[in-house]
């Protein structure tokens, strides 16, 4: 994976476009305007409704949502949809600056918050997408964009335009989209297995938490039934309740969302409990909120040291227990849940990464299928109730049981991440013509 060895071309001059430096000498850089031809061909309802993934391109219509809150949305009138067909390239306007631009696939339609780009002959609209997907291509839209902060920006036909574009012969074009397709796809493939290596590290941690929540540390322990198929038996001097009678307080956060400023308050969304490393939140990716703001939010849901925090919204069931003293605030996908001196928070939290929780709340389909776990479901949830002694000692035992398949998911998430940075190096070194791939 050393993009340095790939050969280079005999000469290069200067691109006179921010982050593509010198390309080939043969290469051109043309203007958008001359390359494309903007297209407002009305949809038809028959059609189906696209929209650019960040990630993936141009798919199946999402509503994304900066706190990953998925949302339902009737949509009535689409009288002003625009329809778009194979090579076509689609940009959201509100989103270009984060990348959302992507060649579409399939005849369909988008929303009037795009713009749609159809390519002049002379052009590979394979090898245009990865250019447009570049981190440098899409910093050149994020500076062309209009509006006071990120969330109002709006890259408009007229500024996206007259950006410069990259355009090697057609036939190179072709070549290194060809070339890109099947690096990448051996890439994906190599990070679809690690990912699925780390689905059954994690299904394995779940099973060894299972067992230790329900049959604790003394195997000759005298057992009883629980009253509930997918618990079994437990032993018997331990107890099961609700949450609710566990807890001083269960509360979700501000349902909106405040003025963000550079320094502040930390006001925490379920990203940053999805963003975890090492059991600690990184506070540096964190929004901020004024003190006014955050005094007034406290007044609803006020956090202490040993409270447990909990996602209930896009991404469902992350946890972390509170384990630091300063304040902070929290939007609605996460919950404080205030436990009583009956039940100890780190119990609380293995025990609900435990497929006991999945069983309970979402038959099979934790995590994936449920967008939106509300208070009344989390309150009636049932716990198994070691004493609080044992539940320390199974904490540790957990902690002893996990630590090795924790240290192999990180490393192949290590290994994930770094096979993603070399995917985006190697489609910006061939877009830019830093490496000769023909």
Partial sequence: MNIAAYPKYESYNDSGIDGFGEIPAHWQVQRNFAIFRETKQPGATELPVLSVSIHSGVSREQLPDEENVRSIIKIEDRTAYKRVAPNDIAYNMMRAWQGGIGRVHVDGMVSPAYVVAKPNEGVCASYIE????????????????????????????EDFRDLGTVLPPLPEQRAIAAFLDGKCATIDEAVRIKEEQIRLLAERRQILIQQAVTRGLTPDA???????DWIGQIPAHWSLAKLKFLTNKIVDGTHFTPEYLDEGIPFLRVTDLSQIKEGKIQWDGVRRISASAHKELSKRASAEFGDVLLSKNGTIGLTKVIDWQDEFSFFVS????????????????????????????FFGSFRTSVTNLHLERIK??????????????????????????????????????????????????AVTGKIKVV
């Fill in 130 to 157: 990865r250019q447009f997907r570049s981190p440098a291509y899409i910093s050149s839209m994020d500076a062309a964009s209009k509006g006071i902060t990120d969330f109002r920006k709006r890259l408009y036909w």
């Fill in 222 to 228: 005298p057992m009883k039934d629980s009253g509930i």
């Fill in 334 to 361: 996460l919950c404080l849940i205030k436990l009583r001196s009956e039940l100890n928070s780190h119990y609380f939290e293995a025990f609900f990464n435990s497929p006991l929780v999945d069983q309970q709340l």
């Fill in 380 to 429: 009636e949830l049932l716990i198994v109730v070691p004493p609080i002694k044992e539940q320390r000692e199974l904490v540790e035992h957990i902690r002893e049981l996990s630590s090795p398949l924790d240290e192999a998911i990180t490393l192949k998430k290590s290994q994930i991440t770094a096979l993603r940075e070399y995917k985006t190096s190697l489609i910006n070194a």
